[in-house]
Every structure is written in C-alpha cells, then in structure tokens.
C-alpha cells in the first residue's frame, strides 16, 4: 500500500523567502508528526497532529514556523523568512492511535531544504 | 540538548561477524525505546523497540539489550549482511507518549 509521501523531495530557495512543504500521509492514520533533521543532527521533533484535538507545537523553534493539517489528512508545513539555519532535511510521519502507549510511526522520504 | 546520544558516527563490520550499536540516554523518564534503520533517500523505518520494564527484545537477527541502571541500550545484529548497511538511529519516548528522541545515528557499513 501507499506510504507517506512528501513534495517536493528537494527544495532550493533564497534567505527571507516562505515555503510550503506538505506531507500526505496513510489513509487512516489519524496520528501525524513533523520532524526535521539538520546537517550532523538527530531527527528534532516538531510539531504532532491527532485527530480534531489541537495540535502540539512545543517542537517548533520559532514563530516563523507553522502547520496545518486539512480535513484530518494533508499537513502543510510553513517556514516564513527562511533563514540559514533552517536548511536541513523536514520529515513526515503518520500513524494509528487509538489509545495510550506507542504506536509505531511511519517516515516519508523527506524534503530536503536548502536556504541559500 | 541531545538527550539521546550515540557516541559513534559510524562502524564497519565484516559480513557474518556481530555489529553492536550502542545509545546512551540521559532522561530517566523515558520509558520505552526504539530503533530505527535508514537508508539513503528514504524515511526511517522502525526495526525494534523495547520496553523499560524489560532488558533485552529479540526479533530474528536483531537484538537490543536495555541497562536501565546504566542509561544505556544496545543493538545487536548477528549475523550481519551487506544488506544491513545503513544509518541506525536509537530513539526513546518520553512523558507525551508520542514524540520520537533520536541520537545522531551510527552509520553501519558490513563488508562482503
């Protein structure tokens, strides 16, 4: 079946500029996570989505970051005045959760950003 | 600051020997870890986990070892393939039950 995708898989863009990454996850998974992962770096929690309960976003660094998940499914990850450091590889996850305990979370090939 | 932490960027093994990867942790309310596999251009992808009130999970070739006492766990490969090379990222679980602490990842390279 159908992973987690993510567009674009690379993206170039110039210091100051905004962009939009999204992640489609599997059909059916209510939970959603982003992650990114800079140069030498672990993966760094960012932001958690489940279901129609407000969403977590005690892992984005700056209010330059946002996201957003429509209709329970597609999330969009939004970086204004993109800076430098904030070139590194922003991963997707999903899973089920239905309940306590963990569920096995399942990563998108990335997207690669690169803030020139 | 890296709560999880594996000390070693990479490690090179011959085919049919033992690979160790080891991770140390250093918040003592992180109750459930996991391993991750990666390869190149593609997401992580969960191999095994394991339980705090546990210290060892086995599944197949593919054994981790948890010292609680220690803050310290262990992935175990025996034995190891070519086909095992890739970056291997421990990672633990903390209070919210859901986001992932990972360490830097040990980039694993088996030898014909």
């Known amino acids: 079946g159908a992973g987690v995708s993510q567009s674009p898989s690379n993206k170039v863009t110039e210091k100051g500029k905004d962009v939009e990454l999204r992640c489609d996850p599997i059909?059916?998974?209510?939970?959603l996570y982003w992650y990114r992962q800079s140069l030498g770096q672990g993966l760094e929690f960012l932001i958690y989505?489940?279901?129609?309960?407000?969403?977590?976003k005690s892992g984005l660094p700056s209010d330059r970051f946002s996201a957003e998940r429509t209709g329970g499914s597609v999330s969009t990850l939004t970086i204004q005045r993109t800076q430098q450091e904030d070139s590194a590889v922003y991963l997707c996850?999903?899973?089920?959760?239905?309940?306590?305990?963990?569920?096995?979370?399942?990563f998108g090939p990335g997207t690669r950003l690169t803030v020139t | 600051d890296q709560q999880v932490k594996q000390n070693s960027p990479s490690l090179s093994v011959q085919e049919g020997r033992i690979s160790i990867l080891n991770c140390d942790y250093t918040?003592?309310?992180?109750?459930?870890f996991l391993w991750y596999k990666k390869y190149p251009a593609e997401g992580p992808t969960f191999l095994i986990s394991?339980?705090?009130?546990?210290d060892k999970n086995e599944d197949g070739r593919f054994t981790v070892f948890l010292n609680k006492s220690a803050k310290h766990l262990s992935l175990h490969i025996v034995p190891s393939q070519p086909g095992d090379s890739a970056v291997y990222f421990c990672?633990?679980?903390?209070?919210?039950?859901?986001?992932?602490?990972f360490g830097k990842g040990t980039s694993l390279l088996v030898t014909p």
């Open positions: 996850a999903s899973s089920l959760r239905t309940g306590d305990g963990f569920y096995e979370q399942y």
């Open positions: 059909s059916g998974h209510t939970a």
């Open positions: 989505f489940q279901g129609n309960s407000a969403p977590d």
């Open positions: 918040n003592s309310m992180f109750d459930y």
């Open positions: 394991i339980s705090s009130i546990k």
């Open positions: 990672a633990a679980l903390g209070n919210s039950g859901y986001a992932l602490n």
